[in-house]
């Protein structure tokens, strides 16, 4: 049976709810199944498959053509652009699965729609948001049991997808750099330990120049503000646990 526009719709909305965990994925099938009349296999499938496709993992159940391109159409305008290319790596690894099947094939017309969305460049995300939700996934990686970490990651894509990033950044002043360097002589001004090896570039100490006053708090790009430390000083003054 064909599944029509109408349910491929509503399954994109289903899929996406439990997802989000909005809805819970019996529920979600049931939804599909019942008032939609979905078959419960297709319905567990379209979910399925939205999962992975937001998690850049290979999906195996294959989609329409038209539900594919409709699917790819709503991520590129509702999701994150790190989400859209995780659906695009998703889709390309679906078709690469299933190019390989003894029941499969090249699925050219898929591809094509695939390439299509691939090649539309959506927003670019900022580049700090997407370091914080990398890091709140890893926590929730984490908090996961080793076993279904593994199941994910024996269906994950293996080449990464990729975003456009903005970011801003501050142009700051080479003489506060090179004043606190010279000043600290190549010895770390948090632990007192010489820096840790020398620069390849030009055969100085490697240190590193931290603000006190983040200059993003509106702290001062000046000798007094900032400090020359090792790498492990630095990372633990942004790191490490606060007193
Ligand atoms: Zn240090
Ligand atoms: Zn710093």
């Known amino acids: 049976m064909k599944i029509t526009f109408d349910q491929i719709q509503v399954?994109?909305?289903?899929?996406?709810?439990?997802f989000d965990g909005t809805l819970s994925r019996a529920d979600g099938v049931q939804r599909l199944h019942e008032d939609h009349d979905i078959n419960a296999g297709s319905a567990g499938d379209f979910i399925e498959d939205f999962r992975r496709m937001m998690m850049g993992?290979?999906?195996?159940?294959?989609?329409?053509?038209e539900a594919t391109d409709y699917f790819l159409g709503r991520i590129a305008k509702?999701?994150?652009?790190?989400?859209f290319a995780n659906a695009i790596a998703a889709n390309y690894a679906h078709l690469n699965y299933y190019a390989k099947l003894a029941k499969g094939g090249p699925q050219h017309a898929k591809r094509r729609i695939v390439d299509a969305w691939a090649a539309k460049r959506s927003s670019p995300t900022d580049l700090g948001l997407m370091q914080a939700k990398f890091a709140d996934a890893v926590e929730r990686a984490r908090a996961d049991a080793p076993t279904i970490r593994q199941s994910r990651l024996?269906?994950?894509?293996?080449?990464?997808?990729?975003?456009?990033?903005?970011?801003?950044?501050?142009?700051?002043?080479?003489?506060?750099?090179?004043e606190v360097l010279e000043r600290a002589k190549g010895i770390c001004e948090q632990c007192a330990k010489p820096a840790p090896f020398v620069r390849h570039s030009n055969r100085?100490?490697?240190?590193?120049v931290h603000h006190r006053m983040k200059l993003a708090d509106g702290g001062e790009d000046t000798v007094?503000?900032?400090?020359?430390?090792?790498?492990?000083?630095?990372?633990?003054?942004?790191?490490?646990?606060?007193?």
């Open 78 to 83: 509702e999701r994150d652009s790190a989400e």
């Open 11 to 18: 399954a994109y909305e289903v899929a996406s709810a439990v």
């Open 154 to 178: 024996l269906a994950a894509a293996k080449l990464p997808g990729k975003v456009q990033v903005v970011t801003e950044a501050y142009v700051r002043n080479p003489d506060v750099a090179a």
């Open 204 to 208: 100085t100490p490697y240190l590193e």
């Open 57 to 65: 993992q290979e999906f195996h159940r294959t989609l329409s053509v």
């Open 224 to 243: 007094e503000n900032a400090i020359a430390l090792c790498p492990n000083c630095h990372r633990e003054m942004h790191y490490g646990v606060r007193e």
